[in-house]
């Protein structure tokens, strides 16, 4: 048999097993009490990790005088819908997504800003984004990150100015 | 080609290979048959085939890739579970290449469902794949006399007519 007609044979062959491969799978799945329905109707649960918040951010008050001093670099980890409804005045814009990591050129932004503090504001809620983005940004080398303590409302409750 | 083709040496070689190809798609497929739901949400995972296929390849593939590693092992249409293999390979390299490439952190799922800690995917995942790949081309080429019930059909074939 030449090599051609064994190239033949071989796919023949290996068709020959995926069929067997498909009816025995397909009965075996038919008569076994767990089987699964041959097509799934509702769409899989699929767990995406969370980025890990490593590092450590201390808590500022709403009303602490670092937020409004020159060495400090205020980030707004709110969407950008809401950070464009309202937002302190030079704050940057980095929102923090719960399930995918913060874009790295933001963190190489905020590395070459040469800020001396960096303070993370959320919306205040449980969990409060900003309190997150701030240990992420810690727990990638940044030093000196903190969090405001109620996030933007908490700011605007004690008539911080925009 | 012709010489390279018709060495001696490529049956011992290729029964190597075809044991231990043989013993990783038997040990990758056990899980898969014991489980196929978590096998299916494995799949899921890669977000490559649309939904409706997803649960007939979770019930189809463990058993194609017993089939085959079984019939690599004893050397019975040795060539023919080489190109199953080889197939299913290339099909799993691309979809972790794909999954990689799109920074998807998520478990391989090629022995069992493990966490993400335990079998993360990575480019030594789609290495480790594309050198079986080329394991399973190696027998597909060059194994023409496999050790084992072909060999041995062979054999039997080649001495009927001078019985006769």
Redesign the interface.
Known sequence: MN?LN?GW??????V???L???V???L??ELRE???????QT??Q????CPETVGEAPALPPDDPALREPGTLLIDARPAADFSKDHMEKSRNVPYDYLMPTDPSAVTDILKSGARRVVVIGDGSDPDPGEHLAKELSGKGIRNVYFVRGGLPAIRAVGGRP | MKRLLSWRGHPPIALVARLYLGWVFLYACWHKLLHPGDFALDIATYQILPLSLVNLMAIVLPWLELIAGGLLVIGFRTRAAALCILGMMAMFSVAIAIAVARGQEMSCGCFASQGLKEDPISWLTVLRDLGWTALAAYVLVFDRRPLGVDGWLMSRKEKAPASV
Do not use: H
């Open positions: 090599a064994q044979v071989a796919l023949r062959d290996a020959i097993i995926t067997i491969a498909v025995v799978g397909l075996s799945n767990d089987g699964i329905p041959l097509v799934q769409e899989y699929i767990l995406v990790p």
